[in-house]
């Protein structure tokens, strides 16, 4: 599609790109700013039609909005601001520099200022930082018939008009009633006898992970947000919800991989920024596993002995480590859905012993035949790596299998406790375990 | 929530519960079978109002379902299977043994029975196992008026009714129209004035993760399936993809894991189903990580001169694994996401070249300085450590990088070459490049 849109430009067809323009969809053309330069998206976005440029402007990225606004004039930027749905000026302007608000301050209205102010305080990831208060709101006492024509009127600019709010004199949420509901009932009904005043709604400050799990649960595609007097204050839609479910997975992998987690994609984010993210946790691992080298230490004279013993170490500390993460990444996903509690802790311990036994026994086994058929390897060693592979994966799964319900409890992220963490954990103890069986079985 | 539900069945205060189970939402009853063993899951069952319960039913698991359908007369069962949505209808027997379903296929009618038949031959994972045949259809002559009129006659059983699709006599998809442009509209409009001709539509084998794009893309509440013919059969919701988002993360979490994918609960599976999906990968890994045994067998002399030499080994394996592992974490998160392509092998290849430099010298530089002050290591040996540590973090960071988009190139699953994997070819690397740097700094 944007292959088009690229073709036009560099061939200078500005008259049939604007034509064209205005057959594309907004996401279509979002996407042929990934491959131009700055320059020429500058050029693209002058050629888009009024009604089309907010809607492409909210699908672009942080660097691509400010690359386009720092070439607008005022009035341009003021007319851009107007047509952007509320949640995504304030998106947009949370990602801008202070000076810049200033100016989008100063040229609104005194209201607008204050709602801007208020939303802009709202924390990342809190309910009020992903509403939007482009709602139809309704009064009990009107009549299905009014509330359709009530929508007729005021329904073009709102983010959804499938729900609707109905409110009382002192804006306090009093019920909900669907679209669906007003189009399917008669019209002469009282909006107070068709709304649902058993709604669910959250406070602005709730967390987005939280709200997520409330939409998934009851299938949901918009949610009310109030405040602390339970009056609304803004409406979440599921558009945004798929974002956040997108953000938290990808949160969870990037903690699960040992970095710190963030926003930036991949390919736009600097050099200086993605090590920034990589090394601290690679730091702390590091000098952790140091720990290993003072129990190899410890055990140098029996290495000195059985040269033979190091070959195995780096086999029976990948099993273990990939063992562990097995579990560990199992728990945490289960806990990211809400399938396991932190009351399931004994059933999890219960399973990782069972499963780790049936698993550790398979592949100590087959470890024994291997060593004694392909490597014709001494029995005695053959069944010292072997009897550890399968404690190290016992150890491995029961370990990574409830580390992150610890964690959870502790009101850590169990994301930490995955892969990584639990390798190098399991790392130590397997070699403690090793060389005991191995001091102990060849009588050193 | 819950917890009521159990305590006035404890107390078998039935008719209470009766009562109160009418206030309650279904996914907060659905929430209650967890917690219940099969006969007071039956009971309570029992006790749910005719309409409430089909709700209820299409929340339970495989096995809560088939408890409480084992226990089901004929009748009561075909009043469940008549309210249920018709693609919640086809999970249900989906999941059920041939025989039970032949039982539902007589008792339906000739109609039915052929679409049930149809519906149950779609692959899983493919648009039409998603799909629901509940959606409203329009024709281009009417008016808004009159599409309004048909609405509020058929739409009580539809799925949704905010989207409505407009076909001929052949029921060939022409257009779309929302709810949204119907109320918003003039009456006395024609649905060929108001209706998108320009629609997204999608093929009954297409894949759901293609889908799942789609909807974020273009940020859909609906999606239109048609035949070869673009004639439609059915149409996907949101809440539907929503589950599909969070199963394709699931299954990409337990690949990177290297465990084969299920869709199946933790805490609901099997002590030898978990084993089973653990087994074969922890095989597969032992085996290749016994590559190294071979090196390590080569420089058995090296390291009998130098025991010393062995301590670091473990420190290095890991610290080489946890590099790799976040490279090939933020790409395949990212080529999942659609943000990394596989024409942007060269830039991931430069990217993680550059960051893997800044990482690797920061970390070498640290251990360095660790081994030297705290460890007071020989300088040869600091020096051979911290030399090998830049390099392997250098080789995991740029193959953790690369290898899942050649994955994805020779149309493998990218979650395949994820941390287990990386750790295992960059550990055999790891050694290599250790011994060799060994053996010449300390001239053995």
New interface residues.
Partial sequence: MYERILELIEEKKFVLLKEELK?M?A?DVAEAFDELDKKNSIILFRFLAKDAAADIFSHLSTQQRKDIVSAMHETQLNEIMEELYFDDMIDFLEEMPANFIKRILASASEEERKLINQFLKYPENSAGSLMTIEYVDLKKEMTVKQA?EH??KT??DKET??TCYVLNDKRKLEGLVS??KL??FDDDLFISEVMTE?FIATKTLDDQEEIASI?????L?TLPVVDKEDRLVGIIT??D??DV??QE??ED??R????EPSEE???RSG??S??RR??P???L???S??F??GI??RF?DV??AV??L??????L???A???G??S???????IA?G??ELE?YL??FK?EL??SM??GV??GS??FL?MLIF?SAPLNIAITVSVTLVMT?MMAKIIGGTLPIAAKKMKLDPAIMA??MI??IV?ALA?IVYFTIATSMLGL
Same sequence: chains 1, 2.
């Fill in positions: 057959e969809r996401a359709l929508i007729k329904g073009v008009i499938y679209l669906r189009v399917l058993d939409f998934k649960k009851y299938d595609l599921i558009d919800i798929i479910i997108d997975t990808t992998f990037q699960m991989a040992a970095m994609e991949y390919l050099i200086f993605l090590a990589r090394i946790w690679l730091l691992l590091m000098v596993a140091t290993t080298e190899i230490g140098e290495l000195q040269a033979i190091a070959a195995s170490i780096p086999m500390m990948d099993t480590g990939n063992a993460s097995q560990s990444t199992l728990i945490i996903r289960g859905l399938e396991i399931d059933k999890v399973r069972r499963v049936v698993v398979v592949l087959v470890n291997r490597s994966v892969g990584p390798t190098t790392d070699l």
